[in-house]
């Protein structure tokens, strides 16, 4: 089990990306020769974490791009996410969904299906008329999000990551409890995590500003890599 850190609060999400991105473990990659960085791409989560994963994929002068995985709330609890679904339609479960029979709720999967389709949605207009990312063999995905909470999203993501071959996945957050960022550790190559409080409640209980990112915000973000197909 690791032990907590010291508390890190962040000025906003591009201070975190901006810090996330001197790690030791992510610094190696920004020495590397371009052919070299061609075999790493940010990936982040929207929209939060694509602010974040900006700064990091500016930084270390590698590329990036999105997953869309969303969180399947607890019915009469919006903010605990019991699941999530990717826009592929993938699921995700915890263990408290299995536990108390929840997965087969009718406002569960009413919620689901809502949630795929917001997916699909952000997908579209977030990456507009991309080369789809069908396969990324031979590719170190970093993993970016603006915080963990439940770990749902962010297993999701790693989940769509396995099923587009990459080589290795690294997840990379400013912040997240303890016991959930030792639950996804088994399932990633690495996971960098700047700062676990004693008492976690939320995300944004580690940022001084934490506004909604929209998606105009987004749109704007990922305009600077429309080339991507290039790195694929």
């Known amino acids: ?5 010291k508390t890190i609060i962040f000025r906003d999400r591009i201070d975190a990306g901006r810090r996330l991105a001197t790690h030791s473990e992510l610094q190696n990659i920004k020495s590397l020769s371009p052919g070299e960085k061609r075999s790493f791409l940010v990936i982040s989560l929207p929209r939060g974490g694509t602010v974040v994963g900006d700064e990091v994929a500016k930084l270390l002068g590698i590329s ?73 063999s031979g590719k170190t995905v970093i993993l970016v999000d603006d915080g963990l909470a439940t770990g749902a999203t962010m297993k999701s993501a790693i989940n769509t990551c396995k099923h587009l071959n990459v080589k290795s996945i690294i997840v990379a957050v400013p912040c997240g409890p303890d016991d959930i960022v ?30 909604q990112t929209t998606d105009e915000e987004v749109i704007q973000i990922m305009k600077k890599y429309q080339d991507l197909t290039i790195f694929y």
């Open 64 to 136: 990036h791009d999105l997953v869309f995985p969303r969180k399947i709330p607890c019915p009469g609890y919006s903010e605990i996410a019991i699941g999530a679904v990717s826009e592929f339609g993938d699921v995700f479960w915890n263990d408290d969904a299995k536990k108390y029979g929840l997965i087969n709720h009718p406002r569960v999967q009413q919620s689901k299906n809502k949630q795929i389709v917001e997916a699909q949605r952000r997908k579209q207009v977030y990456r507009g008329n991309r080369q789809p990312m069908n396969d990324l």
């Open 1 to 5: 089990m690791a032990s907590y850190d």
């Open 182 to 211: 030792e639950e996804i550790r088994p399932f990633v190559n690495k996971i960098i995590c700047l700062t676990t409080p004693h008492s976690y409640r939320a995300v944004g209980q580690c940022y001084y500003s934490f506004p």
